[in-house]
């Protein structure tokens, strides 16, 4: 019933502007507005079998421009997830929160003056190249209550920044971003489908967690960083440097003495800073489109079961890269195949995060989508492999078009590996999903 | 002897010379009935059909400047309201709300229907493809220049095209779109001619599949705006601005 009055309610909104063919005042010309409703459910296929996802998600987003050169834009994004009612075997922590949500997706005030033009407010900001991948996407925290399996513009978390691109000249920008909203990625709790393997501690104290409190807000730990992009001859790069704190807490470890007890060990979660330096390149040297990738981290913290490890963590700088190509074969299918590798600068023995394998974990990602019936099927497979230790993701999914407005989607998310491998840990997780969206 | 050799191989290059010039003269007037200014915004909708399956159509607006800047904004239909082309010369960037940047990729991947990237961001033969003239034919009953293009470079959309250029008034008839083994793709049919800010522009280009003849799309030109667009419009990074 909500779902027909809220389409009810979109209709009336959008059908004036189809219904009345006189030019639309100056006001209407001047405001977009768009949206979608989506039904998205998925299946769990092992341990027992179960509805894992029956998700109704709403997204409005509008645009007003003042004038060329000054506009607001605004999204909002809001969703019930029905599948708490459905079945009991998540938890209440996990139904708290991911039941329901209702966010402030985009809020802002675009101004241009001559080759400047400023971008203030909520927003996300994207650098990088490649597709299906971080490596230098590293301003926004991201998501991951679901994973990686939703689209990467639902991953990002929005946050409240200031956003300049000066043009220096033809093909030559530089963009500077300040932003004192540092909020951290958003992990599944305990009990979630995707939750994430837990650090073997083996401690024979009593361990005590403390809260991942760190401030959303704060000038003091405020980030920012620049990007100066370049493109010359059809060669597309971009230089940036960015400092920030780590998204994702990590756990340092203390003893602190309880008399006459024993010793408690303490997990304190904290943001360590970070300094990244990077680089993208793009160039098509048709049909062939080549992109590539790299990022350096420094000062990057990593949990150690070594039990002599005084606090638990070691640091590592690390440097991800990929390199990738994109081509269509026999005209109609699209492939594009990347490698990257994270490259720790020193020892892995004895860290234990799933995306690290190795002093050099590597991946392949491949994915390939083609068209039939013009276009109005589309069959799409992405498959990520860790290469160090087998696991992998395999994801195929077919849209049909079933007009303009709507899209049915079937699809699989289905995890091979060992545990506490990226993919492997999902191993139990394999389902098969049904999405039904409508656009306007 | 020698010299009357030497006087025909050089007559035999100088009227080579002059028809390989009068060849691309008449490419670029045909350009022209494309390109109504060097600074404009067209809406183009482009209906797309297959066998006895209902036509979809597909809404565009394109902002042109100069010889190389094409911006291209999707406007329907809705699962594709957001998106946007930008061809900067041979270089081309598709921006998807869902993935937030513009991501790079070649001219030759399929937009819509028989619809290539190439078809609405470049329309540029004479700058793309060396033209020599190959003869004279009649198309629908009109006199028609015939010339063959071959690509200047492999960035481009078709490694060659098959023109045909009205003799009155100089203007695209009819095109064969090649790929680089030979194969004829898509056949294309320009009309619809009207008077459009003092320059005689083709509003309809349709294109058909050469193996599946059911398969056509049709690119409507509509309402045409001549204005001085902003240099920055054609940045990859202002795309998700004009989102």
């Known amino acids: 019933m909500r779902r027909v009055l809220a389409a009810a309610l979109l209709l009336a909104l959008v059908a004036p502007a189809g219904a009345d063919e006189a030019e639309p005042p100056a ?44 506009a607001v834009r605004a999204a909002v994004r809001g969703w019930y997830d029905a599948v708490f009612e459905a079945t009991d075997r998540y938890p209440a922590n996990v ?75 033809e093909g030559v920008s530089v963009e500077g971003v300040w932003t004192p909203d540092t909020r951290t990625n958003k992990l599944p709790k305990q009990g979630a489908e995707f939750q994430f393997a837990r650090f073997p501690y083996r401690f024979r104290n009593p361990v005590v967690r403390l809260p991942d409190d760190a401030d959303e807000f704060s000038l003091a730990r405020s980030e920012g960083g620049v990007r100066l992009s370049v493109l010359r001859q059809g060669w597309d790069v971009a230089l940036i440097y960015y400092d920030e704190a780590d998204k994702s807490p990590v756990l340092f470890q203390r003893r602190v003495a309880q008399p006459p007890g024993p010793e408690v060990v303490v997990l304190d979660p904290q943001h360590p800073r970070l300094h990244i330096i990077g680089a993208t390149l793009a160039k098509s040297f048709e049909p062939v489109v080549m992109r590539a990738e790299a990022a350096l981290t420094l000062g990057k913290r990593y949990e150690t079961a070594n039990p002599l490890d005084p606090d638990g963590v070691v640091g590592r700088d690390t440097l991800d890269w990929l390199v990738g190509v994109d ?85 699989a998310d289905l995890f091979e590996g060992p545990h506490r491998t990226l993919y492997g840990q999902f191993d139990r997780n394999d389902r098969v999903t049904f999405t039904t969206t409508w656009r306007f | 002897m020698c010299r009357l050799a030497l006087t025909v191989a050089l007559t035999l290059v ?66 594709n309201v957001g998106r946007s082309l930008l061809a900067l010369g041979r270089d081309l960037w598709i921006y998807l709300p869902d993935a937030g940047k513009p991501v790079r990729i070649p001219f030759s991947q399929r937009l819509v229907g028989q619809v290539a990237n190439g078809d609405i961001a470049r329309a540029d033969y004479a700058g793309d493809y060396d033209a020599t003239l190959a003869g004279e034919e009649s198309v629908d009953g009109v006199a028609c ?18 023109y045909w250029v009205s003799k009155e008034g100089r203007r695209p008839v009819k095109a064969e779109f090649y790929a680089a083994t030979g194969t004829l793709l898509k056949t294309g049919l320009f009309d619809n001619f009207k008077d459009v800010g003092g320059h005689r522009l083709a509003t309809r280009l349709t294109l058909t599949d050469a193996i599946r003849k059911d398969r056509r799309s049709v690119l409507d030109y509509g309402e045409l705006t001549v204005r001085d667009l902003p240099d920055k419009y054609f940045d990859k990074n202002y795309m998700r601005t004009l989102d």
């Open chain 1, 95 to 169: 139904e708290r929160d991911q039941k329901t949500d209702l966010s402030l997706r985009e809020a802002l005030l675009i101004v241009g003056l001559g080759d400047l033009d400023v971008r203030l407010g909520r927003q996300q900001i994207v650098w990088g190249e490649a597709i299906s991948t971080f490596v230098t996407d590293v301003v926004n925290p991201k998501d991951f209550r679901e994973f990686v399996l939703p689209d990467f513009s639902e991953l990002r978390i929005p946050i409240w920044a200031l956003d300049a691109t000066y043009r220096l000249a």
């Open chain 2, 145 to 162: 220049h015939v010339l063959d293009l071959k690509a200047k470079s492999k960035e481009v959309t078709y490694s060659a095209i098959k």
């Open chain 2, 14 to 79: 100088l009227v080579s010379s002059a028809r390989a010039d009068e060849a691309t003269d008449l490419v670029r007037e045909a350009d022209r009935a494309r390109r109504p200014a060097d600074s404009f915004v067209w809406k183009i909708s482009i209906t797309s059909q297959e066998a006895k399956k209902a036509p979809s159509v597909d809404g565009f607006e394109v902002f042109v400047k100069g010889g190389g800047r094409v911006f291209v904004k999707f406007v329907a239909p809705p699962r």
């Open chain 1, 27 to 70: 006001w209407a010309k001047a405001l977009r507005l768009r949206g979608r409703l989506a039904e998205e459910f998925a299946y769990r296929l092992h341990d027992p079998g179960d509805v894992s996802k029956l998700k109704t998600l709403g997204w409005l987003d509008g645009k007003y421009a003042f004038s060329e050169s000054v």
């Open chain 1, 327 to 411: 081509y269509t074969f026999f005209e109609t299918v699209d492939t594009a195949l990347q490698l990257s590798q994270k490259v720790l600068m020193g020892s892995a023995t004895n860290l234990t995060r799933a995306g690290v394998a190795a002093q050099v974990t590597t991946s392949v990602t491949l994915r390939a989508t083609t068209g039939f019936f013009d276009n109005t099927l589309n069959p799409t497979v992405l498959f990520v492999a860790g290469v160090n230790r087998g696991d992998f993701r395999l994801s195929p999914r077919i849209d049909y078009l079933v007009s303009g407005a709507v899209t049915l989607s079937v699809g």
